[in-house]
């Protein structure tokens, strides 16, 4: 952060650059050059422990960042209107350019077999859910709507561990896998060979994972938030993100349904096809034209 503050805008000017993007939700005070920030989101606002011991210094240098930047760029609508609500941003200031699949593009895929060995999943049917555990993830009511199921499946959970996993692992049955980290290839091998793929968020800047679902043709159950709506429109389930017996419903109809789960993964194939990184490119360019010519 202090780099950023004192290098950067020095290195910026040697090199005589027209805009200067910073890409991670912060920017120089004082960078003496035009500059286009993304600010992703700011759950931080709403959920104070995502940012952990940096929470001060976020507090301080987002909404700087937003105020010091001819233009703010960021991931969907939703995030534009926390921006806006939160940030005091002017709305016309605020660019959206909604993101591209999250993994690369789908290439010789692991095998399923190989993948429920290794991993020691056996023959059951995989409920596949890819969020960080933090508080805001939500994964607490998930494990609690898994646990009232009458079913053989598996919930898989790749991801680092964090400080809320040891809680986490209290509430979770022997149904439950926690992973730990995952390589792309593995993580792509559990998109494909899950029945289903839940997303429980309270909050979302806009939803990668659900995405990188149905990139894979894998049908999605969501919470039914606006950022993860704008991402996955009519192609997923939606439930109540604050209630563990709407979780569950979710989760059941997605097993025990053929036809449903038929259904939201050819919607969700279309769907996927909405979002590409060459429209983001675009939408990013444009935002560079844009602060480079206004005052």
């Known amino acids: 952060m202090l780099a950023e503050q004192t290098l950067l805008p020095r290195a910026a000017r040697r090199a ?22 993304t600010i992703h989101d700011v759950i931080y606002k709403r959920f104070p422990e995502t940012a952990g011991r940096l929470n001060v210094g976020v507090a301080l240098l987002v909404p700087l960042a937003a105020r010091r930047s001819r233009l703010v760029l960021t991931d969907s609508k939703a995030s534009r209107q926390d921006i806006v609500e939160f940030l005091g941003v002017e709305p016309a200031r605020v660019v959206v350019a909604p993101l ?8 010789e895929p692991q095998s ?3 993948l429920r060995a290794r991993l020691g999943l056996g023959e059951a049917l995989i409920v596949l859910t890819v969020a960080a555990k933090r508080r805001h993830k939500n994964l607490d009511r998930l494990l609690d709507a898994f646990g009232r199921l009458e079913t053989d499946a598996v919930l898989v959970v790749p991801g680092f561990e964090t400080l809320f996993e ?3 692992k209290l509430r979770a049955g022997e149904r439950v896998r926690f992973l730990g980290w995952v390589d792309d290839r593995t993580l792509d091998g ?3 060979a899950a029945t289903c793929f839940v997303l429980p968020s309270l909050a979302e800047g806009f939803g990668l994972p659900v995405l990188e679902a149905m990139t894979r043709g894998t049908p999605v159950a969501s919470s039914d938030i606006s950022s993860l709506r704008e991402v996955a429109g009519d192609a997923a389930l939606y439930f109540d993100p604050l209630d563990s017996a709407s979780i569950a419903r979710a989760i059941e109809r997605c097993l025990g349904d053929a036809e449903l789960r038929h259904r939201l993964r050819a919607a969700g194939l279309e769907r996927a096809k909405l979002f590409t990184w060459s429209h983001t490119a675009e939408a990013t360019l444009e935002c560079y034209e844009r602060a480079a010519r206004e005052p």
């Open 16 to 37: 005589r650059v027209d805009v200067l993007h910073n890409t991670l939700n912060t920017a120089p005070a004082l960078p003496g050059i035009p500059q286009v920030t």
């Open 100 to 107: 591209g699949p999250g993994l690369p593009e789908p290439g």
């Open 112 to 114: 399923e077999a190989e």
């Open 166 to 168: 040891a809680e986490l």
């Open 190 to 192: 559990l998109y494909r």
